[in-house]
Nanobody
Framework: QVQLVESGGGLVQPGDSLRLSCAAS????????MGWYRQAPGKQRELVAA???????NYGDSVKGRFTISRDNAKNTVYLQMNSLRPDDTAVYYC?????????????WGQGTQVTVSS
């Protein structure tokens, strides 16, 4: 089992920055894709960013150019640097670890951290 713990959320104004962190209970970065998802009230959960163990990244269209995902293998932690925040970035942000093919499917989620962008 893998436990994921997010931190770094909070209340900020439009244009501000936040850095979210997600710490895994044990080392899984050699295989797992790490990702950030978000869900606003009344809306479906959506992909924000993902990063493979090798460092390849993918971003949702709405955050490209503003958010950056990274990982620290020594600390077994993944980060999401969020710049130029907008009110529509307001959501609960969830950390995800997914084991991709050709390995057996596996999936873990953190508890979520609230990000609120408001003037």
């Amino acid at each position: 089992q893998v436990q994921l713990v997010e931190s770094g959320g909070g209340l900020v104004q439009p244009g501000d920055s936040l850095r979210l962190s997600c710490a895994a209970s044990r080392s899984i970065f050699s295989i797992y894709i790490m990702g950030w998802y978000r869900q606003a009230p009344g809306k479906q959960r959506e992909l924000v960013a993902a990063i493979t163990a090798g460092g390849s990244t993918n971003y949702g269209d709405s955050v490209k150019g503003r958010f950056t995902i990274s990982r620290d293998n020594a600390k077994n932690t993944v980060y999401l640097q969020m710049n130029s925040l907008r009110p529509d970035d307001t959501a609960v942000y969830y950390c995800n670890a997914a084991r991709p093919p050709p390995y057996l499917r596996d999936d873990y989620w953190g508890q979520g951290t609230q990000v609120t962008v408001s003037s």
